[in-house]
Nanobody
Framework: QLQLVESGGGLVQPGGSLRLSCVAS????????IGWFRQAPGKEREGVSC?????????SFADSVKGRFTISRDNALNTVYLQMNNLKPEDTAIYYC????????????????WGQGTQVTVSS
């Protein structure tokens, strides 16, 4: 059974940090590009970051999170992480990870497998 499970969300004050995890079951994460997306109430789902498939692990980020977020992959643990630093209220959203058996993309429709999402709330 193919499954992606996100964890690590929560409530954090502005300027704080969180690390989100995306654990894959039923397939080898290394074979897939993994994207992180987020969706806030009343907003479109937007691509946040992506890490490429294979051993290369090239990464990309949305302009809104460049310099603050880092994506990484631990193939031994079949897990992709999103390290989020210097969080801002506008980062508040449900965060999803998604898998694509092709190159990286920031378009949600390009991804076929999705996790259930984890809530990130940034507020004082």
């Amino acid at each position: 059974q193919l499954q992606l499970v996100e964890s690590g969300g929560g409530l954090v004050q502005p300027g704080g940090s969180l690390r989100l995890s995306c654990v894959a079951s039923g397939f080898t994460l290394e074979r897939y590009a993994i994207g992180w997306f987020r969706q806030a109430p009343g907003k479109e789902r937007e691509g946040v970051s992506c890490i490429s498939r294979g051993s290369g692990g090239s990464t990309s980020f949305a302009d809104s999170v460049k310099g603050r977020f880092t994506i990484s992959r631990d193939n031994a643990l079949n897990t992709v992480y999103l390290q989020m630093n210097n969080l801002k209220p506008e980062d508040t959203a449900i965060y999803y990870c998604a898998a694509r058996n092709y190159i990286c993309s920031h378009y949600a429709n390009d991804f076929g497998s999705w996790g259930q999402g984890t809530q990130v709330t940034v507020s004082s």
